[in-house]
């Protein structure tokens, strides 16, 4: 390819069309306008916003951020003002031509769909993530991404409620991968995210205590990044639906990591704290990488990996 060439950057995730394959991960993001004034979101090939719960939701006591070696540890416990005031407040605030995908949460089944019922037909909303990685009260706790028939029930229920592209954020706290991204593409989701943050604990020497209210947090940032890689290629290995590949991205080349292990676009999540513009940055990173390749569409390197065989 020419230098002078143009790259196509455009993806096609599970139905949602991209300009370029880098979205901002939910809960890092807000609803999009707490970021306008330090990026044109339009830069980006869009954003998931903050999850969203039926009625507006306090998360945890403080202190739920910490700091952990290359990485951040959080129990906010999904804080959101309710899917009737994302519609109705957050999503008319938006700039037009920004690609908005709202993220669903909630503590059983029914609500979820309920969710996604509310969110389908409102403009501006080009697709659902179903965030699966949250607690099911109703099966003693569990995440509802721990369990495969758990799992097929959630998909299968949200699928049902909304004729919007489903993709499904999976809970990396598994044996195994592969089996939940099948569960999750027998039941009809359009793709899956992977990965949510990673279960862990930090404890205060001094205190003898958790450094975060709740004890344990959800481990985020360039630490899982590794494993992040490793779940996007064991699912893509099982299942033909795309994924969104999320974990540790703080440049282009982390996000070129994932598109070769599979995924099709990929979420900036927790360096958005450090550097507000990181997703457009990483977005310009991707077109000079094919460029100094000669590769002419972005979508070329998706499952590219040479892995060893054995």
């Known amino acids: ?96 031509g920004v690609t908005v995908i709202a993220s669903a949460f909630e503590t059983d089944i029914d609500r979820y769909a309920e969710v996604c019922k509310r969110l389908t037909g409102v403009p501006r909303i080009a697709g659902l993530e179903i965030n699966a990685s949250c607690p099911h009260v109703k099966s003693g706790g569990i995440e509802f991404g721990q369990d495969p028939a758990v799992l097929g029930q959630l998909v299968r229920a949200t699928r049902q409620a909304t004729s919007l592209p489903l993709l499904v954020k999976l809970s990396p706290n598994v044996t195994h991968i592969a089996e939940m991204a099948r569960v999750c593409e027998g039941e009809g989701a359009s793709g899956i995210s992977l990965i949510n943050a990673v279960q862990a604990l930090e404890v205060d020497p001094e205190t003898r205590r958790p450094l975060l209210a ?49 995924a099709t676009a990929v979420q900036v999540g927790t360096s958005n704290y450090l550097q507000p513009s990181i997703a457009a940055d990483v977005a310009d990173g991707l077109v000079e990488y094919a460029k100094r390749h000669g590769i002419p569409r972005i979508r070329d390197l998706v499952g590219e990996l040479e892995f060893p065989s054995r």
């Open 214 to 262: 709740n004890g344990l947090g959800g481990l985020s940032g360039p630490a899982i990044r590794p494993i992040a890689l490793r779940m996007v290629w064991q699912a893509s290995q099982a299942v033909s639906i795309p994924i969104c590949g999320i974990g540790g991205i703080i440049s282009a080349a982390d996000a070129v990591k994932f598109l070769l292990c599979g």
């Open 1 to 96: 390819m020419k230098e002078s060439q143009a790259v196509d950057t455009t993806v096609d995730l599970g139905g949602i069309s991209l300009r370029n394959p880098v979205l901002t991960a939910s809960g890092t993001f807000g609803y999009g306008t707490e970021f306008a004034p330090f990026l044109d979101l339009r830069r980006i090939g869009g954003f998931v916003a903050k999850s969203l719960t039926l009625e507006p939701r306090v998360g945890n006591p403080p202190p739920r951020i910490a700091e952990a070696p290359s990485g951040m540890l959080n129990a906010i416990s999904l804080e959101n003002v309710g899917v009737e005031a994302f519609i109705g407040e957050k999503l008319p605030a938006i700039p037009e």
